[in-house]
């Protein structure tokens, strides 16, 4: 395409009104899923001819206009990181030749960062190898002109160009970016795996950070971290978008982290009703208290409004005591002089998880066992460490007793209860019933290894497409899934589940076999049949919590749609219009409008 006056006019108008809009990518610590930092991009106004960045830079490289633009780009992606005043570093896309120009301006990037409120050193000056750059010591001073400044350095695109290896010795850059297509089906081929294995390892001896760019499968995704490498980006992860957004839980269940179920339950049962002392009490009226009563571990102390101030134990009072002179010195002085002035305190409201959450992050050796629960600010009762890792404990014994121990997910048991939990608290809730297609004739043809591997690819897809808070991933048991939708989302994110198994589940097949649509075997009559690749049936209810009963009434709903999804050819959703079944009595049935298509 040529350009012409048009194009140049047109970026004109769009530096002169600042009309570039800079989207952010998430780049993933591969251990964790933890987000490390995230890419600014930029994109011209959405009417605009130039609102690919391609044909953007290609219009300001044309008619020398790179500098302004590249400057208006850091100067709006740093203003619209710091509002987003999120973690982690932010990178920003350089062109080296801009740092070989003698008119570049000095510290700008510095001036936008202070009057942003950043710190210098969350900065990541990213430098493409698709540039080639000549004057190579120019090219480094201007480089060391940015670590001056505390910013850090990364190549990007390593091994799109011829000297990479070179531009890696001499810079010495804190990050390396592998180019995307070495990470293109890394699974697959074992050149590109033996390509990425030797550049991580350099890494390793000279102290880069590599990150995997481009990564699009879960398959890649593993495979990279298998490798070793740090750092993850791509749209498997996150895909470019105006607000920096947390995917940590998604890349969690992507990378196969264990994560276990929140544990919501009440902290009643691990709450003694202890009475409490006045901060004024005198420490000897406290003493005797421990004395008459052999089995209080401790005491809260408040202030005059019951707000807690302190905790105090059996055994601080007796060490106390037990110095020369120190009943002498303690006895009449008044408790808060005695008391441990930092406890633990937590909001009863507050669930299980939450708590053992606090308790993590508070201890240490001289941590109580006990810490404060207070009701609106005021002394509750006591709570016990110790019972609530008992509690946490029998309930991840209790999980991996009822989980599925292909996938971990929840099995039967607690799919039901979760279930009845939401119709007695009447919760609005869509139930998807998913289940695979020709899988028994595939599981015979493959074997179970390979099918267990379609399982686990279903799995996985499923809970990246699934909203991680407000939905609930079961796995009732070889090919069938549930997912409980807590919002309005079931069917475009069942949909996204169909097409994204269908484009994946190919990679599970011979080529030719993938070409032919399908494979001949004999079935168990021994008569030769072909089966059609694997496709997914998926179906749809939305239970009236008013009207349904128990769990048993909503699985006769997601198996009533269910059937229908498999009675059409190839990957189906059906949406069951009835709101519960038949013998459900109480009045007439509400329906939802019926949604059926393949």
Sequence with gaps: MGLSDFHRNELLRILQHKLLTPLFQPLVTLTNGQIWGYEALIRGPSDSALHSPILLFKTALAFDLLEPLEMLCRELSINAFAEAAVEGFLFLNVNPKLLLTSDHPSGLTKRFIQQAGLQPDRIVIELSEQFQVEDTELFISAVKHYREFGFKVAIDDLGSGFSGLKLWSELQPD????????????????????????????????????VAEGIETSEELITCKELGAELGQGYLLGRPEAECRDVSAKAAQLLRIEKSLPFNESLEPVISK????????????????????NNLPCVAVVDAWQQPVGIVSKSMINERFSHQFGRALYE????????????????????????????SAEANEDASLYFIVTDNGKYYGLGSVRKVLRQISEHKIQLARYANPLTLLPGNVPINTQIDKLLQQEQSFTIAYIDIDNFKPYNDQYGYSKGDLVIE???????SESDTVADFIGHIGGDDFIVLFGSDQAEATSARILKRFEQRVKHYYLPEHVQQGG???????????????????????????????SHHDVAALASAAKQQAKKQTGSSIFVNKRRAPDNCQNGLNTVLPETDFA
């Design 175 to 210: 990050i390396v970016k592998i180019d995307r297509y070495f990470i293109d089906q890394l699974h697959r081929d074992p050149i590109k795996k033996a390509f990425v294995k030797n550049i991580i390892e350099i890494a390793k001896n000279t102290g880069s950070s590599i």
């Design 274 to 293: 202890v009475a409490f002392v006045n901060e004024q009490t005198l420490a000897k009226q406290v003493a005797q208290m421990f004395a008459n009563d």
């Design 332 to 359: 009449k002085k008044a408790i808060k002089h005695c008391m441990e002035q930092a406890p633990v305190v937590v909001e009863r409201k507050l669930s299980m998880d939450n708590v053992s959450a606090i308790l």
């Design 457 to 463: 690819l279903l799995a996985q897809i499923i809970q």
């Design 519 to 549: 494979f001949s075997a004999m079935d168990r009559l021994g008569v030769a049949s072909f089966y059609p690749l694997i496709t997914l049936s998926i179906g749809l209810a939305t239970p009236d919590p008013l009207l349904c009963r």
